[in-house]
């Protein structure tokens, strides 16, 4: 009996042992990025990895730290930072960027102290970049938008995107934390904290633009210190969007939909000088202005 437990105990510990291996492969094999090579393009398909925090100079004040040129692209953070507060608030530079691609996953770090925390347009292709994918991500004190993706099928989950706002470049009327424009999006599990408006302009926690239509914004955590003008949890410039199951404390107004046409369910808006506007009352929201 001793035996066969040794036995039992060694094949589980072989077993524990090949899956931590295979863990640290899938985040070990790829291409590295170092400090050395910022400004740094990516012109292939592949798997990009940080091998240390990126931090841009104070003279690095426009441009891309990291610049997406390719499809099929995983850019793994590795738990680093990529950082651009020495530039201070009229930093125009942008953490991570890309236009018009396809199948882009950027994961498992912090971006902090840029315009644009993320930023995927499609500009150079109008409906080129599609599956996007944003997850596990800390943008964090990025002065315009944490992070602002454009594409269909975005998959934007499980980041933190924290005290946004504060540029004195301009675009400086409106600061988002997630933006995402693109049909069938999935903004889910993301907790927005802290966006400041400037003076005269308006503070959108999570946004979602025009043709947008079959997305879904759901179980987001969204906090604003105080509920000043022009600051809305929830905005939704589109047409037949879900949202769902999302808890929304200390907006001016916590959720705001374009028509009746997008629908909104489970929710609790807590604080808030207007609870709801517009949408269809899908039932089981919970308010407390």
């Known amino acids: 009996m001793k035996k066969t437990g040794c036995s039992v105990s060694l094949f589980l510990s072989m077993i524990i042992v090949l899956v931590a291996s295979i863990a640290q492969a899938e985040i070990t094999m790829c291409t590295p990025i170092h400090q050395s090579e910022i400004p740094y393009t990516i012109n292939t398909p592949g798997i990009y990895c940080l091998a240390t925090d990126l931090v841009a100079p104070p003279t690095f004040t426009t441009g891309n730290v990291i610049t997406i040129n390719s499809n099929n692209v995983v850019i793994d953070l590795n738990d680093h930072r990529i950082g651009g507060q020495p530039a201070g608030l009229g930093n125009q ?155 929304v404390f200390g907006m001016d107004t916590g959720l705001s939909f374009k028509d009746t046409t997008g629908a909104y369910r489970n929710n609790a808006v807590i604080k808030t000088n207007t609870p709801v506007s517009k949408g269809f009352d899908g039932g089981g929201n919970v308010s407390n202005p």
């Open 93 to 247: 530079a942008v953490g991570i960027y890309s236009n018009s691609h396809r199948n882009i996953q950027i994961r498992n770090g912090v971006i902090r102290g840029f315009l644009y925390g993320i930023q995927i347009v499609d500009a150079a292709s109008p409906g080129t970049s599609s599956g996007i994918a944003i997850v596990s991500i800390l943008a964090d004190g990025n002065t315009y938008a944490g992070i602002d993706v454009v594409g269909l099928g975005n998959r934007i989950h499980d980041n933190s995107v924290v005290n946004t706002g504060g540029s004195t470049a301009p675009p400086t009327a409106e600061v988002f934390g997630i933006s995402s424009k693109g049909k069938g999006s999935i903004i889910r599990d993301n907790v927005v904290t802290a966006v400041t408006h400037p003076t005269g302009g308006s503070a959108y926690a999570i946004f979602i633009d025009a043709s947008s239509d079959y997305s879904t914004v759901d179980n987001n955590r969204i906090t604003n210190p105080s509920s000043s003008a022009s600051s809305f949890g929830i905005y939704v410039n589109s047409s037949d969007v879900l949202v769902q199951g999302n808890v």
